[in-house]
């Protein structure tokens, strides 16, 4: 499946994120440390309530996946034994030209001869491999046995301490060990914004089985994170799964899915899910020589479980829901002129503001009380803004961009001045089809609860 891209779509994003506070470029005001970001006042919602929606359906709502949480820094022996010390890299050439680091198999070509893409020079150094990982020393002496990496994916952590968690939780297989953590890649080309950076964020899932049961659990999760996608608002037709062929797959993996999206820089990984056979336990086994097997009471047999992983990237979602929910669209105000609006259209569910609070006028004490009191009872249930400045219609467009699905304005009919039958109820304005209707402030905790959870 192939699919068109739109450099200038991708622009709008980065310059809305900018604008209005979801990502910086990490270190701007020192020109930037290129592959990393930082995530602003809505950018950090957005991503907590992925996190959240990813732990509440993989972990709190299942009864055969536990959590962890493994330290970033990790023992070169683990990173030694799961061969990432060895074979983690991606091939690299240097142009001659120029002096750019490249990826050797990313290079554009011209008549057959490869280029550099940024000065187009072909006077190009042989292909070879370049670890990916971040190494660093731990403790006063700089010295081989010092040497540590911060993780390049947080899958080890959960493999290592397998026994641990199987003796503590006495979980029975399959079942699964679920974390949420940043890893590192000192990636060759960070590009694409934060589709591909050098620190980053993944969710993933190890869930352990018995051999026969590797190829049905793998076809069950590959469906259970489409459904994952869907219910953030990602529509199944934007969603392609990719049946990773024989030879692209890892050599201890008998099956792989990419789950991609179409992003406006063309149809991309958002996460792998994979059937690792007993390979990783296997290799800390052989490697510790401490015992990862399992004991099955009914069989009365030690095996080593397999694996079943489905590995998402927290902020490569992030960036799907941006490309997503942005949108452009021409409307006309109560004076008839036309404008554009762009508007995030966020699944609430994910919203980084889920409601703003308006009061109609900022120089009325009674609309303002209102308003504040409504926040103040809302705020201890979901993520409220509050905002009196400007015209009302300038507020709901800056919401618009935010995202902010639902919009209460407080109004002299709250106040029963103009229908004493309105009084204690406000207007709740829609995002998407900027609809008003009338609730009571009575419902609305519960209204907006049913609508974001
Ligand atoms: N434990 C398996 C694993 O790490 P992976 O395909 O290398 O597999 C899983 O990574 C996911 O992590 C990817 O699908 C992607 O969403 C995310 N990811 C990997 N490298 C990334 C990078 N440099 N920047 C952002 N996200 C990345």
Avoid at 261 to 287: C, I, M, N, S, W
Avoid at 332 to 355: L, N, Q, W, Y
Avoid at 404 to 426: M, Q, S, Y
Wanted: glycine fraction near 6%; proline fraction near 4%; charge should be neutral.
């Amino acid at each position: 499946m192939t699919t068109s891209t739109d450099p200038q779509r991708m622009e709008r994003i980065v310059s809305l994120c900018k604008r209005r506070g979801f990502i910086f470029q990490s270190s701007e005001i020192y020109g930037g440390l290129n592959g990393c970001w930082d995530y602003g006042p809505l950018g950090v919602e957005l991503k907590r309530n992925v996190k959240d929606y990813w732990w509440r359906v993989m972990v709190r709502e299942r009864d055969d996946v536990v959590g962890m949480d493994g330290a970033i820094l990790t023992h070169r022996a683990v990173l030694k034994a799961s061969g990432h010390e060895d074979t983690f890299s991606d091939p690299m050439v240097d142009c001659r030209t120029c002096k750019t680091r490249l990826r050797a198999d990313q290079l554009p070509e011209k008549n057959g001869v490869k280029q550099c893409p940024n000065c187009g020079g072909k006077d190009l150094t042989e292909a070879r491999p370049f670890n990916l990982m971040f190494s660093t020393q731990m403790g006063a002496s700089a010295d081989e046995n010092s040497l540590a990496y911060l993780r390049p994916e947080t899958a080890q952590s959960i493999f290592v301490q397998f026994k641990n968690v199987l003796d503590t939780s006495r979980k029975k297989l399959p079942f699964g060990i679920a974390q949420i953590g940043k890893a590192f890649r000192n990636e060759i080309n960070p590009r694409n914004f934060i589709f591909r950076s050098r620190e980053f964020e993944q969710m993933e899932l190890e869930y352990f089985c018995r051999p026969e049961q590797g190829m049905e659990r793998l076809e069950y999760w590959k469906e259970e994170r489409l459904k994952f996608y869907e219910n953030i608002g990602i529509q199944r037709d934007k969603l392609h799964v990719l049946t990773v062929p024989d030879a692209d797959r890892a050599f201890y993996s008998k099956g792989t899915y990419d789950i991609e999206y179409e992003f406006p820089f063309g149809l991309q990984e958002l996460e792998g899910v994979a059937y690792r056979t007993d390979y990783d336990l296997k290799q800390h086994q052989e490697a510790s020589g401490k015992s990862l097997d399992y004991f099955d009471e009914e069989t009365k047999q030690r095996f080593i479980p397999h694996v079943v992983e489905p590995s998402a990237g927290v902020d490569r979602t992030v960036l799907a829901l941006l490309c997503n929910a942005y949108d452009e669209e021409t409307v006309t105000d109560e004076k008839g002129k036309s404008e554009t609006r762009i508007v995030m259209r966020f699944h609430p569910r994910v919203a980084p503001i889920k409601v703003a609070v308006f009061p109609l006028l900022k120089n009325n004490e009674q609309l303002v009380a209102r308003a504040r009191e409504i926040q103040g009872a809302l705020r201890p249930h979901l993520n409220v803004f509050y905002d009196e400045t400007g015209a009302i219609g300038r507020r709901y467009r800056r919401q618009d961009e935010a995202g902010t699905p639902f919009g209460i304005t407080v109004d002299f009919e709250t106040l029963g001045e103009k229908d004493a039958a309105l009084r204690d109820t406000v207007t709740l304005r829609h995002r998407d089809s900027m609809q008003q209707e009338r609730v009571e402030i009575s419902n609305l905790v519960e209204n907006l609860l049913a609508k974001t959870r």
